[in-house]
């Protein structure tokens, strides 16, 4: 069987969720009928603090859709340099919204509030106006690193008196808040608009939702529509990512304490760099400086490891559902194994 850590995407329904999902009550979401999805939706805007939410299929429209409704094309969104948004969606920014990426170069993912005041643009007819700063929790790219809440509200402070719109990018804000103890709605306070995900770690097969003002979703759903995200019988969609809300966010501990001790497993071995304290959620970086990336991680597939390479020597393993303590104490063996061939 094998030990898939490619992604916390690839996680498959629980024979719970599996129930949820057949027993779903459904309706026709575009015409506001379906019970399920309302359900959904109402439970997000109160987890988060939020007056509205909305449900889409995916963690790229969240992102997409809130950068369409908070500025117009010609405007420019603040985003860190390896941020999801900018790195990872298809260049989406500049194709849907017609906007410009002005990028900073953040430690491990994450910029200060000073950082963010450096590069704000005088207002001037030459330059692009500045709508929106776009913020990561925890950020991907760098190892699922926690953005500090006390940082996150410097930066709303900036925005606030520079009269600009705060978005997170809250994909997995889940994992930030088991680790940290500190909840949802205190972390999303600060955020004009956030969005947040179903079928990472939480394990439901689709979905994500995006929350913020009632009359910010009403923009957005105009925009859900023309992106074609709208859809009719959601509920049986929405009813896994419910259960998955309900059932499994404290399980993200597990995946966290499975994340350290792999990478406690992969500081042991000759041939790995990996700084075990620098893990924080349920992404483990590690650098493999006299391997190849790619062929480690074909030598693995072969062992029964499945991980991916994210640079020529670096490679990323992410802890999930269907991963548990003893198959992930076989992995160091595994990957020792693989250098050694």
């Given amino acids: 069987m094998m030990i898939d850590l490619r992604s916390d995407t690839v996680t498959q329904p629980t024979p719970a969720m599996r129930e949820a999902i057949a027993h779903a009550q459904v309706g026709d979401d575009v015409l506001g009928d379906d019970p399920t999805v309302k359900a959904l939706e109402s439970y997000v805007a109160q987890l988060l603090g939020k007056e509205a939410a909305v449900f889409m299929p995916s963690g790229t429209m969240t992102n997409q859709i809130a950068l369409r409704a908070h500025t117009e094309p010609g405007d420019e969104v603040i985003l ?4 999801h948004i900018y790195y990872y969606e298809g260049g989406a920014p500049a194709a849907l919204s017609g906007v410009m990426c002005r990028l900073i170069p953040g430690n491990h993912g994450i910029f200060t509030a000073s950082d963010l005041t450096k590069v704000l643009r005088p207002t001037d007819e030459h330059f692009p106006r500045t709508k929106l700063v776009c913020l990561e929790n925890t950020h991907n790219r760098s190892g699922g690193r926690i953005y500090p809440l006390s940082e996150i509200q410097a930066i709303a402070q900036v ?3 520079q009269e600009l719109k705060l978005h997170l990018d809250g994909a997995r804000l889940w994992n930030a808040c088991v680790a940290t103890g500190i909840s949802e709605a205190e972390y999303a306070q600060p955020f004009d608009t956030v969005s947040v995900c179903f079928s990472k770690g939480l394990g439901a097969p689709i979905g994500s939702a995006l929350a913020g003002s009632r ?3 009403e923009r957005s759903r105009r925009f859900r529509k023309m992106f074609g995200g ?5 509920g049986i969609l929405a009813a896994g990512a419910l259960y998955a809300l309900k059932h499994h966010r404290e399980r993200l501990q597990d995946d966290h ?4 001790i792999l990478a406690e497993g ?3 071995l000759e041939g790995i760099e990996i ?4 893990v924080q959620t349920n992404i483990v970086v590690f650098h493999t400086p006299t391997i190849s990336a790619q ?16 640079g020529p020597n670096s490679i990323r393993a992410v802890t999930n559902l269907m991963v548990n303590q003893e198959q992930i104490q076989q992995v160091p063996g595994s990957i020792e194994s693989a250098i050694n061939m």
């Avoid at 709208?230 to 959601?234: E, F, H, L, V």
């Avoid at 700084?275 to 620098?278: I, K, L, N, T, V």
Wanted: proline content about 2%.
């Fill in 266 to 268: 992969l500081a042991q």
């Fill in 230 to 234: 709208a859809m009719r019988q959601a």
């Fill in 159 to 161: 925005c606030q008196e």
């Fill in 275 to 278: 700084a075990p304290e620098e």
């Fill in 215 to 217: 009359e910010f979703i």
């Fill in 80 to 83: 860190e340099s390896q941020a």
């Fill in 257 to 260: 304490i499975h994340a350290k």
């Fill in 295 to 310: 062929v480690l991680v074909d030598r693995l597939k072969e062992k029964g490891v499945a991980v991916l390479a994210i």
